[in-house]
């Protein structure tokens, strides 16, 4: 059913209070897919009448899917009994998630609603760090004494099962509760019902602690393959897990940053559309106001070899193509180096091997693009799309076409030069921000463009002082 169509219905639904047509709504359609079409309902009496009508079996994920601000609403409404059972129902990550979204008085009813063991789990992951293995695990999870039999473990999922985040993933222990195995659910529905899960588990299990980097924790999601991870302390304790679905969130969250990071734009955290204007504003102009304010050394460099362009003032004419083609050409590279250095592609000592790699291809890139520079001036200058009539008529030793040949071959040989130095310098930043433990998206979007707008200029202008110039007495 599509947004619109299933909007239209809920609020026929809603409207003509059918309660049993709208719990049986919630038993065919994704609780997210709901809460999307209602993101627009700021009635209050509605969002309850929804909760109370489906029931504890789906008011826990239909209010962990709705925006913050009708999550305050309804928590503001809840009587505490509502509030508890609503808590009862939830995971300790998905509340956690809410209240970081909440005023503090807010917070604090919800803490002093929910049960101990409760609320000792949410302050415990309200205490981890932002973007940590311990900000993302859930303490539901299944974990068992490696002296249990097969028999007993899955009398145990029965009991507890429903309750966990996972049942897919059984986390093994000791007597100490130090994390010794794991076993998935296949392996265990297989085996023979006498045997210890000492006997069948794999020992070959990988952990995180809890202070890892989430983005180092998805890494290792994508390397072993993983639907569940556990988190470990500093004594190799397990405190929680991590599935899958928090790693595909983390996925997102890190690719929007780097994309709008590498475009000189803050990350935006809620959808376009439900972005203030303010908001926005505020994302994108320190960018813009950093990106003019480098563009100093440029408007420097101008500025110096402006006799120069006084007197061949052809020259004035190419400067946007070599800076547009430079400042291009080093992007693509860093582009593509900031992705693999967030995928984890390189290990310890592959600096040399990418730097070199990435040479020969600035080498032959380089030429392509100097051959093609050449035979497309040659064509815009023949044809009269670039006019010669000045400079010919201020140096009448110069003919047209050499004229046409004394250019092309200056911008040629200038986007040789750039794209060499663009590439490489796209190359280094990142491994460079890398070794000083900055993020690589941050950094090399703005100090790519500038360093090679003024590796452009200064060759340029160099190339023309230094060669054309003397060589025709200019």
């Not at 029965?158 to 794991?182: H, L, P, Q, S």
């Not at 750039?418 to 890398?434: N, Q």
């Amino acid at each position: 059913m599509e947004k619109e169509e299933l909007k239209t219905y809920l609020d026929e639904l809603i409207g003509n209070k059918q309660a049993k047509a709208l719990k049986e709504l919630f038993e065919t359609t994704p609780t997210i897919d709901i809460a999307d079409a209602l993101e627009d309902v700021d009635d209050v009496k509605t969002l309850l009448y929804v909760i109370r009508v489906i029931g504890s079996e789906y008011s826990a994920d239909f209010f962990a899917e709705l925006r913050s601000e009708q999550q305050e609403m309804i928590i503001n409404a809840f009587t505490d009994k509502e509030l508890l059972t609503m808590l009862e129902n939830s995971f300790a990550d998905d509340i956690v998630d809410t209240l970081e979204e909440m005023p503090a008085n807010l917070v604090a009813r919800v803490l002093k609603v929910a049960p101990k063991e409760l609320r000792k789990d949410i302050n415990t992951l309200l205490n981890y760090e932002e973007d940590t293995a311990g900000s993302l695990l859930t303490t539901e999870y299944l974990d068992m004494k490696s002296t249990m039999t097969v028999e007993e473990v899955i009398e145990d999922i029965r009991e507890r099962g429903k309750d966990a985040e996972t049942v897919y993933t059984i986390f093994i222990r000791d007597a100490k509760r130090t994390m010794v195995g794991t076993i998935d659910l296949d392996d265990l529905i297989f085996a023979k019902k006498t045997q210890t899960m000492e006997e069948i588990m794999n020992r070959d299990f990988v952990t995180c602690h809890v202070n890892d980097d989430q983005e180092e924790i998805a890494n290792m999601f994508k390397r072993y393959d993983l639907n569940a991870m556990a988190v470990v302390n500093k004594e190799n304790k397990i405190v929680g897990i991590i599935t899958i679905d928090d790693v595909v969130d983390i996925i997102v969250e890190e690719a929007t940053e780097d994309i709008s990071m590498l475009n000189q734009v803050t990350p935006v955290e809620d959808e376009y559309l439900k972005t203030p204007i303010y908001k926005l504003v505020l994302k994108c102009v320190p960018w813009i106001i950093v990106l003019m304010v480098l563009q100093v050394f440029s408007t420097l460099i101008l500025s110096r070899f402006e006799t120069a362009i006084a007197t061949f003032s052809i020259l004035s004419v190419f400067t946007p193509l070599i800076m547009d083609a430079g400042g291009n050409s080093g992007n693509q590279t860093t582009t593509i180096i900031v992705r693999s250095l967030a995928l984890d592609e390189f290990d310890r000592g592959d600096a040399k091997k990418v730097i070199w790699k990435e040479f020969r291809v600035a080498a032959v890139i380089a030429s392509i693009i100097a051959v093609f520079t050449f035979g497309w001036l040659m064509f815009e200058m023949a044809v009269g799309i670039v006019s010669l009539e000045t400079v010919m008529a201020k140096y009448a030793f110069l003919t047209k076409i050499n004229t046409m040949l004394i250019v092309a071959s200056l911008v040629a040989g200038t986007l040789f030069t750039t794209i060499m130095v663009s590439r490489l310098i796209g190359c280094l930043l990142p491994f460079f921000a890398k070794l000083i433990k900055k993020d690589p998206a941050v950094m090399c979007g703005p100090l790519t463009t500038t360093i090679v707008d003024i590796v452009s200029l200064l060759t340029y202008f160099l190339l023309w002082t230094l060669v054309f110039a003397p060589v025709l007495g200019i």
